[in-house]
């Protein structure tokens, strides 16, 4: 029962190197997302894509770009990492973009710029 | 905007003992949905409540209630008889009924006291 399932766990980049962050889900849900959290700050959405083949910027796209490879599939690229981009991510998902659908999280990228 | 706020940065209970968690939002719209998710220390995000906001009836899952006060923009949770593994941060969020992304507070950290 994987759920919404993220690579890596854990990375360190310098700034300026590029990295992607990998998301799966295996609920057959249309809706998935790409939050940040930062200390003292809650979640901020980055991106989100309402179904397969639509992407929509969220409240902090900014050096952000964001792919749905397919159903299952939602990757987030830092394409130039910079250490405001510290954080831990978390990739979510749920059945539809309604507002009563649960959204579903996955256990979180904790990645670190130098 | 939507905006939540959670006036309590940190709260402490004994075990056994019950505990209140504020959360105050603000909005124009009459429509809309609550939550409370809950992330222990592995980070995981786990939805504990929702309410609907046209719904009179506070919402229930076992030890865990709501008191939803619709005038006032006032939606806290209670926990009753608390438990050690309850011990973690709470997230109080907000989403439209007109399908905008989930809005968070900034937590509220919970210790458990044996």
């Known amino acids: 029962n994987a759920g919404v399932t993220q690579t890596p766990k854990f990375q360190v980049l310098k700034t300026g190197q590029s990295m992607t962050l990998q998301c799966a889900q295996d609920?057959?849900?249309?809706?998935m997302y790409w939050y940040r959290q930062d200390p003292g700050m809650g979640l901020r959405l980055i991106y989100y894509?309402?179904?397969?083949?639509?992407?929509d910027k969220g409240e902090v796209p900014n050096g952000y770009n964001v792919s749905r490879l397919n159903k299952r599939e939602f990757s987030l690229r830092l394409e130039s990492a910079a250490p405001s981009q510290t954080s831990v991510y978390f990739c979510a998902s749920s059945e539809g973009t309604g507002p009563g659908n649960t959204i579903y999280f996955g256990e979180g990228s904790w990645l670190t710029v130098v | 905007a939507q905006t939540v706020t959670q006036s309590q940065p940190e709260m402490s209970v004994q075990e056994a003992e019950t505990v209140t968690l504020s959360c105050t939002y603000d909005t124009s719209e009459s429509d809309y949905y609550l939550f409370w998710y809950k992330q222990p220390p592995s980070r995981q995000m786990i939805l504990v409540i929702r309410?609907?906001?046209?719904?009179?009836q506070n919402a229930t899952e076992n030890r865990f209630s709501v008191n939803f006060q619709k005038a006032a923009k006032s939606f806290s949770l209670k926990i009753s008889d608390s438990q050690l593994g309850d011990a973690a941060m709470y997230f109080c969020?907000?989403?439209?009924?007109?399908?905008?992304?989930?809005?968070f507070g900034k937590g509220t950290r919970l210790s458990v006291i044996a």
């Open positions: 894509s309402a179904s397969e083949g639509t992407t």
């Open positions: 309410q609907e906001a046209y719904k009179q």
């Open positions: 969020a907000y989403r439209s009924a007109l399908n905008t992304p989930l809005v």
């Open positions: 609920m057959n849900h249309n809706s």
